[in-house]
Each structure stands twice: as structure tokens, then as C-alpha cells.
């Protein structure tokens, strides 16, 4: 059964986007006020997902309620799991295309950092939900294109998008040729009941990435990917 989210609250205010964004200039301090009220006026973030099933890993396949996928991390991630959450989540494509009409590069900076931190927003209120409706204690989110590209290759967002079905007409949310969602601040995934919570991070090992959570493991990268 496929579920979907559009009654999202937002919990971003505007010291957080001046804090984030380290604005300090009177007129910056201004014009970062008008855009945010617009922007939280807009915002419609939105998640679709579907409980699925893990109905056979084989080496580094796995099989979701009929969909085939190809990873080695997934399948170590889901070994012994039985029910998982296959989601997209997005700001949302309302205030998306009204920030594209900003042709000034700062300022399409600004709303960016903005429409990701909507997409935070999102993030955690969905998490919540799938603890409180499915009563779970700890959650883990496995993510096709995140960390190193052999992890979940990013090409697999086109079966992920099948497993669900129906996102782009319930939430808007498209892929393009080279399997990036538009828009772009939005995330796709599995979410997984786990002890230990899984962080993409811990198999990733580029380094100064910006947003990084934890360091890379290399324990786990062997257990992943050394037999």
C-alpha cells in the first residue's frame, strides 16, 4: 500500500536559515527575511513510500516484494530484515520552481541551503512517523547514489521509483536520464529497523565531503565487500 505525506510542518525558522547561513550584513539580514517568508508560504514538502517486503538476497541481490536490486551494502543492511519502507522524500516542487525564477547566483544559494533545510524538515517528521504508526524503536536509511558510487549505484533509483510507483504523479518528484531527482533537494531510500544504526557515511571513503556524519569504517567496508 503506497502512503503518502503532503501535511508536512515546517520547523525551520529564520535564525536557524541566519545561523546556517552565517548572515550579518543589515541588508543581507533584510533580504534573507522577505525570501524565507515567501518560501515557508510556499513550501509544500511531501514524502511517498510504501511498505515493501525482502523476499530473497542471493549474493549481492536482493529482492523487494518482485523488484530486483544489485548491492552489496543493501544486502548486508538487509540480511535477516523482513519489512522495509521504499521512500521519496522532497521540499516539494512549489517552492522549487519559484526559486528558479532567482537569477542572482548568491541569492540561488540562499534558497537552496533554504529548500535543503526544508527537506530536513521533512526528513525527521517522516522518521517520526514511521515510528509512531509502525511502533519502531530505531530506524536506518540505506540511500542509492550516497557514499561511494559502488555502494547503491544510482542507476538503481529507477527500480527504487518502481517499487514505489506513482511518484511523480502524487508527489512530483522525477529522475532524469542520468537518474538525479528533480527537484533536486530530495531523498530516496529504504528505511530499515536496525539495532545499530546504519549511516551511509561509514562506507564512504572521500574525503572533506561537507556533509559528512561519521568517519569512514573500514571493519565495515571489509564486511560489505571482502568475503
Same mark, same amino acid.
Given at each position: 500500500?503506497?502512503?503518502?505525506?503532503?501535511?508536512?510542518?515546517?520547523? $525551520?525558522?529564520? +535564525?536557524?536559515? =541566519?545561523?546556517?547561513?552565517?548572515?550579518?550584513?543589515?541588508?543581507?539580514?533584510?533580504?534573507?527575511?522577505?525570501?524565507?517568508? !515567501?518560501? =515557508? +508560504?510556499?513550501?509544500?514538502?511531501?514524502?511517498? &513510500?510504501?511498505?515493501?517486503?525482502? +523476499?530473497?538476497?542471493?549474493?549481492?541481490?536482493?529482492?523487494?516484494?518482485?523488484?530486483?536490486?544489485?548491492?552489496?551494502?543493501?544486502?548486508?543492511?538487509?540480511? /535477516?530484515?523482513?519489512?522495509?519502507?521504499?521512500?521519496?522524500? !522532497?521540499?516539494?516542487?512549489?517552492?522549487?520552481? @519559484?526559486?528558479?525564477?532567482?537569477?542572482? &547566483?548568491?541569492?540561488?544559494? @540562499?534558497?537552496?541551503?533554504?529548500?535543503?533545510?526544508?527537506?530536513?524538515?521533512?526528513?525527521? &517528521?517522516?522518521?517520526?512517523?514511521?515510528? /509512531?504508526?509502525?511502533?519502531?524503536?530505531?530506524?536506518?536509511?540505506?540511500?542509492?547514489?550516497?557514499?561511494?558510487?559502488?555502494? @547503491?549505484?544510482?542507476?538503481?533509483?529507477?527500480?527504487?521509483?518502481?517499487?514505489?510507483?506513482?511518484?511523480?504523479?502524487?508527489?512530483?518528484?522525477?529522475?532524469?536520464?542520468?537518474?538525479?531527482?528533480?527537484?533536486?533537494?530530495? $531523498?530516496?531510500?529504504?528505511?530499515?529497523?536496525?539495532?545499530?544504526? &546504519?549511516?551511509?557515511?561509514?562506507?564512504? /571513503?572521500?574525503?572533506?565531503?561537507?556533509?559528512?556524519?561519521?568517519?569512514?569504517?573500514?571493519?565495515?567496508? =571489509?564486511?560489505?565487500?571482502?568475503?
Amino acid at each position: 500500500m503506497i502512503h503518502k505525506l503532503d501535511s508536512i510542518p515546517v520547523t $525551520t525558522t529564520l +535564525e536557524d536559515v =541566519k545561523k546556517k547561513l552565517s548572515i550579518e550584513e543589515p541588508d543581507d539580514q533584510e533580504m534573507i527575511s522577505r525570501l524565507f517568508e !515567501t518560501a =515557508k +508560504e510556499i513550501v509544500r514538502p511531501k514524502v511517498l &513510500y510504501r511498505e515493501v517486503f525482502v +523476499e530473497e538476497i542471493s549474493g549481492s541481490t536482493v529482492r523487494i516484494s518482485g523488484v530486483n536490486f544489485q548491492s552489496d551494502v543493501l544486502a548486508m543492511n538487509l540480511k /535477516n530484515i523482513h519489512r522495509v519502507f521504499a521512500y521519496v522524500c !522532497t521540499c516539494g516542487t512549489e517552492v522549487d520552481d @519559484w526559486s528558479h525564477q532567482e537569477k542572482d &547566483y548568491v541569492v540561488s544559494l @540562499w534558497l537552496d541551503m533554504i529548500k535543503e533545510m526544508f527537506l530536513h524538515d521533512a526528513n525527521l &517528521y517522516f522518521r517520526g512517523h514511521l515510528k /509512531n504508526t509502525f511502533q519502531l524503536q530505531k530506524l536506518s536509511a540505506i540511500n542509492p547514489g550516497s557514499g561511494n558510487k559502488e555502494n @547503491w549505484p544510482i542507476s538503481q533509483q529507477r527500480q527504487l521509483f518502481a517499487l514505489i510507483g506513482g511518484v511523480k504523479e502524487e508527489i512530483g518528484v522525477t529522475l532524469t536520464d542520468s537518474c538525479l531527482m528533480i527537484p533536486v533537494k530530495s $531523498t530516496s531510500g529504504l528505511y530499515f529497523p536496525s539495532e545499530k544504526e &546504519y549511516v551511509n557515511c561509514a562506507l564512504c /571513503n572521500r574525503e572533506n565531503c561537507r556533509g559528512r556524519r561519521v568517519e569512514f569504517d573500514s571493519e565495515l567496508y =571489509k564486511m560489505a565487500f571482502v568475503s
